[in-house]
């Protein structure tokens, strides 16, 4: 996926980014430490390998990391669905 974003840092400089990763929370995880080292999110979109183009809701961007979040989520739902 190519993640695609707009930055503004904390002296009010714009930068246009954007980078490729195939896991979603590689994405997740890089905007939230522009958010934890004082940059404030302006736009930020994925695109998929099919050019399916989805924005992302900013206010989700907190600063802290995602990792543990997704790993919990993704056990919650592998228990769910393999309950034995």
């Known amino acids: 996926m190519l993640l695609h974003f707009i930055i503004d840092s904390p002296t009010g400089?714009?930068?246009n980014h954007s980078f490729y990763a195939?896991?979603?929370d590689s994405h997740l995880n890089a905007l939230n430490f522009f958010v934890a080292t004082?940059?404030?999110?302006r736009s930020a979109s994925?695109?998929?390998?099919?050019?399916?183009?989805?924005d992302l809701p900013l206010e989700a961007f907190?600063?802290?990391?995602?990792?543990?979040?997704?790993?919990?989520l993704q056990l919650e739902y592998e228990q769910v669905l393999n309950p034995y």
Do not use: H, N, S
């Open 38 to 41: 004082g940059y404030q999110i």
């Open 46 to 54: 994925l695109t998929d390998p099919e050019g399916r183009q989805t």
């Open 22 to 24: 195939t896991e979603l």
């Open 13 to 15: 400089e714009r930068f």
């Open 62 to 72: 907190d600063g802290m990391p995602v990792d543990d979040a997704i790993r919990e």
